[in-house]
Nanobody, 124 residues
Framework: QVQLAESGGGSVQTGGSLRLSCVAS????????MGWFRQTPGKEPEVVAR????????VYADSVKGRFTISQDNAKNMVYLQMNSLKPEDTAMYYC?????????????????RGQGTQVTVSS
């Protein structure tokens, strides 16, 4: 059974937009927080955005503030990441994340559940 499933990745040019979607099962949609990580080969994953599912408050990495927006649909167990003004440095595998350490420490890219990822490639 798929726990978290991402979609919406792809290839765009600099300045383009993509919208990532993540659907969770009832069991894996966190009552605490949902979010998005990204990772490039040879580097540690980083938390891109997080939303507290109860109150809806959002936190973003400095590198994406003003360009990315995280949102949720608790009724559908879904979370989204709208990415605008994309840059080549945004190229990475993006993972949906649910619950776990990053709900308490944004700097910690550790979650209870994580999806298989969707690739985002931004060309200059």
């Amino acid at each position: 059974q798929v726990q978290l499933a991402e979609s919406g990745g792809g290839s765009v040019q600099t300045g383009g937009s993509l919208r990532l979607s993540c659907v969770a099962s009832r069991a894996t949609y966190s009552s605490l927080c949902m979010g998005w990580f990204r990772q490039t080969p040879g580097k540690e994953p980083e938390v891109v955005a997080r939303i507290l599912t109860g109150e809806g408050s959002e936190v973003y990495a400095d590198s994406v503030k003003g360009r990315f927006t995280i949102s949720q649909d608790n009724a559908k167990n879904m979370v989204y990441l709208q990415m605008n003004s994309l840059k080549p440095e945004d190229t990475a595998m993006y993972y949906c994340a649910s619950g776990g350490s990053f709900c308490f420490n944004f700097a910690t890219a550790s979650s209870r559940y994580r999806g298989q990822g969707t690739q985002v490639t931004v060309s200059s």
